[in-house]
């Protein structure tokens, strides 16, 4: 299967090194902008629109919410396959609702990867059988909250105590977190929506590391779901999960056999 590589980041680069050496995935193709290169040895053809893309299969997008808003449309409405992590995209209605107009009229699929946490196959499938609430927190060390909107409603290297400061829905979350907004959005699209579903975000000074703690209860019973992420060794800002999500989703893209 022969595969389009989005990007050049440090989540680029990791899925580029073991598409190397995965059996039945070719990387055949890196889409990055005008004027720049890979950030990685390849033996990929590089092309820089994506009208430059030629005969691949999947398409892996690792660029964030802009690799997507540029190139997404053109690919799907091709009829290509595109794995994305950037589920903050679809916060965007205008920009959901081109992407899946575009997948609709040219026979093109999108798959959003899990990313920075798992549980959401068990979100998806207490849906189908009646999901009533959800839940997604999200605890970082106050330093990682440095740049967002965070700093206008705490002074974040005084706090002593985990200080939450953000509560509200999934689409607010994306609108006011835009680099910080993919799990949530994950979550929403995987359960009952942007507007349903509740996210906290806290800076504590006692966290260690960023966790992602995702709540349900519905007809199907309930649980929680907590997951500490560890970055990638090249990146504190990258998660070393969504990268390995990604991967499995193209894995999944060439298997014979998926377990879902």
Request: with cysteine; proline share 4%; hydrophobic share 50%.
């Amino acid at each position: 299967m022969r595969v389009c590589l989005i990007g050049r980041g440090p989540i680029a680069r990791f899925v580029a090194a073991r598409l190397e050496a995965a059996e039945g995935l070719d990387l055949a193709e890196v889409l990055v902008r005008p004027g720049t290169m890979p950030g990685f040895a390849s033996g990929a053809r590089v092309v820089h629109e994506a009208a430059g893309v030629g005969d691949v299969d999947v398409v892996a997008d690792c660029a964030g919410v802009g690799g997507l808003a540029a190139h997404g449309e053109a690919l799907l409405s091709r009829g290509l396959r595109l794995v994305t992590l950037s589920a903050a995209a679809f916060a965007d209605a205008a920009l959901e609702a081109s992407l899946l107009a575009a997948a609709r009229a040219g026979g093109g699929r999108i798959t959003i990867a899990a990313g920075a946490i798992g549980a959401v196959d068990a979100l998806a499938a207490a849906r189908a059988g009646g999901l009533e609430t959800v839940r997604y927190t999200g605890r970082k060390p106050p330093a990682g909250w440095a740049g967002t909107a965070a700093e206008a409603v705490a002074d974040l290297s005084a706090l002593t105590e985990p200080f939450v400061h953000y509560e509200g829905d999934a689409r607010e979350a994306a609108r006011r977190y835009p680099k910080n907004a993919n799990v949530a959005a994950t979550v929403a699209l995987a359960g009952i929506g942007f507007e349903a579903t509740t996210v906290r975000l806290v800076a504590d000074p006692r966290a260690t590391a960023n966790t992602h703690t995702l709540e349900a209860e519905g007809a199907f019973g309930r649980f929680t779901a907590t997951f500490e992420a560890r970055a990638l060794p090249d990146n504190p800002r990258s998660s070393a999960l969504a990268a390995m999500s990604m991967v499995r989703a193209l894995l999944d893209e060439a298997a014979p056999l998926r377990v879902a």
